[in-house]
C-alpha cells in the first residue's frame, strides 16, 4: 500500500494524493522541508494528535513539544538527513488529549520520498494505534504468566508437604524420646534440643519462603522512591544473626536509590544478600561487596561473595523453583531464592543476571529501570 502511495505521489499531482488520503482511517502527515513543517495532516492523525488542521503550516517540533522530549523529532531529522525510512511496531508514545496524559502504542513509518538528486523532498508520516491490541496480547501474557504461577505454587504446595515431613518427623521423635526419658544425661538432653531446634528451623525457613512466593503473587506494589542504605543495613546485621555467620564482613559502595515498592525491593535483597552470605560463610573471612552505578536510565546492583561459587553448566537453571546446585547440598536451603528473586524483578520491571567461578565467587547484577524509564 505504501509504496504504491509513494510511487502515485512521486509522479503525480500533489492535490490528487491530498484527496484520496484527506479521509484515509490510517493516520497520515506530510512533512516539507528540513524544519519538518507539517505540509498536510489527514483528520485520522489529528483525531490522534488531539489537534485541529490550525497547525498546518507549522513546524512539528513548535507543535508538539512533547514529542521533541521523546524523541520523535530528532528520528523524523535524521530520516530527512539520511534519506533512510524508519519504521517502528508497538511503539509507546505520550499524548496529552483534553488536558489528560495517556500512554498509547502505535506502528508507524516516517517514509523519506526522493527526489531525481537522491535527497529528501518530503517526509511521508504513516500512523496506526495499536493500543487496543497491545493490551490484549499485555492480557493474555498476563494470564499465561498466572497460570504458569498456579502451576508453580500447587508444585510449591506438592513441596511442602514432602519436606516438611522429614522435620517434623525429627522434632515428633525427639519429644517422644525425652518423654521416655526421666534420668537423661545434660549433654544429651542439650544434644536433642540441638536436633529439635536445627528441624523447627528447617520448617521456618521453607514456610517463610513459600509465604514470600504468595505475596509476590497477590502483592499490590506502591511505587515510590527508595532509599537503600536503611534497607542494605538492616539486611546485613539480620542475615548475620539468623545464618550464624558472625565473621562475614560486608564492604559497602554507592548504594543508589530505586524506585519500586519497598517490601518488594527488601525482600529481593534479602534473598540475594542472604544467599552471598550462606555461601561464603565456610571461609575463613567470608566478603559479601555490595554497590551500585547508574549507567544511562538504568541503576546496576553488583552482590559479590567470596563463596563456593556456582557450576558453569548449572547458571541456566538456577532459576528454577527449588533448584539447588549440585556443590550446595550441604547448606541449608529451600532452591525458592532465586526463583523468587527473578519474579520480584519481573515486577519492579528489571531484570537479574549471575557470574560465578567454582569456588572463587558470585556476582549477581541486579538491573533496575529509573523513574524516567518506568514501564506503564
Given at each position: 500500500m505504501y509504496l504504491s502511495l509513494i510511487n502515485y505521489l512521486m509522479n503525480s499531482n500533489i492535490k490528487q494524493i491530498l484527496g484520496i488520503i484527506a479521509n484515509s482511517p490510517q493516520g497520515i502527515a506530510i512533512y516539507s522541508d528540513a524544519n519538518l513543517n507539517i505540509r498536510f495532516v489527514n483528520q485520522?492523525?489529528?483525531?490522534?494528535?488531539?489537534?485541529?488542521?490550525?497547525?498546518?503550516?507549522?513546524n512539528f517540533g513548535d507543535v508538539f513539544p512533547s514529542f521533541t522530549e521523546q524523541g520523535?523529532?530528532?528520528?523524523?531529522?535524521?530520516?530527512?538527513?539520511?534519506?533512510?525510512?524508519?519504521?517502528?511496531?508497538?511503539?509507546?508514545?505520550?499524548?496529552?488529549i483534553g488536558g489528560v496524559k495517556e500512554i498509547r502504542y502505535f506502528d508507524f513509518e516516517y517514509q523519506a520520498i526522493l527526489d531525481s538528486e537522491g535527497k529528501t523532498a518530503t517526509i511521508l508520516h504513516t500512523s496506526t494505534d495499536v493500543t487496543a491490541r497491545k493490551k490484549a496480547l499485555q492480557l493474555v501474557e498476563e494470564k499465561d504468566s498466572?497460570?504458569?504461577?498456579?502451576?508453580?505454587?500447587?508444585?510449591l504446595t506438592n513441596t511442602l508437604s514432602h519436606d516438611l515431613k522429614n522435620p517434623l518427623g525429627v522434632l515428633k521423635m525427639g519429644v517422644q524420646y525425652m518423654r521416655s526419658k526421666t534420668n537423661m544425661p545434660v549433654a544429651e538432653i542439650h544434644k536433642w534440643c540441638d536436633t529439635i531446634l536445627a528441624s523447627v528451623g528447617s520448617m521456618e525457613s521453607i514456610l517463610s519462603h513459600t509465604l514470600r512466593l504468595n505475596q509476590v503473587r497477590h502483592y499490590e506494589t506502591e511505587h515510590s522512591l527508595v532509599s537503600m542504605n536503611e534497607i542494605i543495613a538492616s539486611i546485613q546485621d539480620e542475615v548475620k544473626d539468623v545464618l550464624n555467620s558472625p565473621l562475614t564482613q560486608f564492604q559497602i559502595g554507592e548504594l543508589l536509590p530505586l524506585y519500586g515498592d519497598?517490601?518488594?525491593?527488601q525482600q529481593l535483597f534479602y534473598s540475594i544478600i542472604g544467599n552471598a552470605v550462606r555461601y561464603s560463610s565456610k571461609r575463613s573471612i567470608p566478603t559479601v561487596q555490595i554497590s551500585s552505578e547508574r549507567k544511562g536510565d538504568y541503576i546496576y546492583y553488583r552482590i559479590k561473595d567470596n563463596g563456593i561459587g556456582i557450576p558453569e553448566n548449572e547458571l541456566d537453571t538456577?532459576?528454577?523453583?527449588?533448584?539447588?546446585?549440585?556443590n550446595a547440598k550441604s547448606f541449608p536451603g529451600t532452591g525458592v531464592g532465586l526463583s523468587l528473586a527473578s519474579k520480584i524483578l519481573a515486577r519492579?520491571?528489571?531484570?537479574?543476571?549471575?557470574?560465578?567461578?567454582?569456588?572463587?565467587?558470585?556476582?549477581?547484577?541486579?538491573?533496575?529501570?529509573?523513574?524516567?524509564?518506568?514501564?506503564?
Open positions: 485520522a492523525m489529528l483525531a490522534v494528535w488531539g489537534k485541529t488542521d490550525d497547525i498546518i503550516g507549522k520523535f523529532t530528532d528520528l523524523l531529522l535524521n530520516v530527512w538527513h539520511s534519506g533512510v525510512t524508519y519504521r517502528a511496531s508497538e511503539y509507546p508514545a505520550e499524548l496529552t498466572l497460570i504458569k504461577f498456579n502451576k508453580e505454587v500447587e508444585s519497598r517490601s518488594l525491593i538456577l532459576f528454577n523453583l527449588f533448584y539447588r546446585a549440585s519492579l520491571d528489571g531484570r537479574i543476571t549471575i557470574k560465578s567461578e567454582l569456588n572463587k565467587y558470585t556476582t549477581v547484577l541486579l538491573v533496575f529501570p529509573t523513574l524516567n524509564n518506568k514501564k506503564d
